[in-house]
């Protein structure tokens, strides 16, 4: 079952790592993530548990997903264990994953893109357009790049 860790936004992990995607939404854009949130436990909770998309992944030479909320899961049809085992490239079809590599480029430059579009493909290969996608990246603790986020609420099936 593709939402069997149904409370995954429990662990600290999921706390901790919904504040660094908050915070460095709000450093790069100036934008709240939700803005009517503002207690860590709550927000991991809704941003689980919201109608957008949202992933992120780290910072491997080959970025592995780390992170998706429950829409995310279901869009790309994995399940929590399995999806954050995967390198992030294979959200994309080969022939659009060159196009992927230039955006994500870009953000580490620039630390974030609005407005993005393109194509992806599920698990089992239903491929769907995203767009107006926000890419950041993600500040850790220490400062530090430690990985890339994505958000969106508009895809079509093609």
Not at 16 to 39: C, N, Q, Y
Not at 93 to 100: F, M, T, Y
Not at 104 to 116: K, N, P, S
Not at 117 to 141: D, H
Request: aromatic share 10%; glycine share 6%; proline share 5%.
């Amino acid at each position: 079952m593709i939402n069997d860790f149904v409370h995954i936004w429990k662990p600290e992990f999921a706390v901790l790592h919904a504040s660094i995607l908050a915070r460095s939404l709000r450093h790069w854009t100036g934008r709240e993530l939700l803005p009517e949130v503002s207690d860590e436990k709550e927000l991991a909770q809704k941003i689980y548990d919201a109608p957008f998309v949202l992933v992120s992944h780290g910072i491997e030479a080959d970025p592995i997903l780390n992170y998706g909320n429950r829409t995310a899961l279901g869009l790309w049809e994995m399940p929590w264990p399995e999806f954050t085992r995967t390198p992030s490239r294979l959200t994309a079809e080969a022939p659009n994953r060159e196009e992927r590599a230039r955006l994500l480029t870009a953000v580490a430059e620039r630390g974030f893109i609005d407005d993005y579009s393109g194509v992806r493909i599920s698990k089992s290969g239903r491929r769907f357009r995203i767009a107006r996608a926000t890419v950041w990246n993600l500040i850790g603790e220490n400062g530090g790049i430690c990985g890339q986020a994505a958000m969106f609420d508009r895809w079509e099936f093609l």
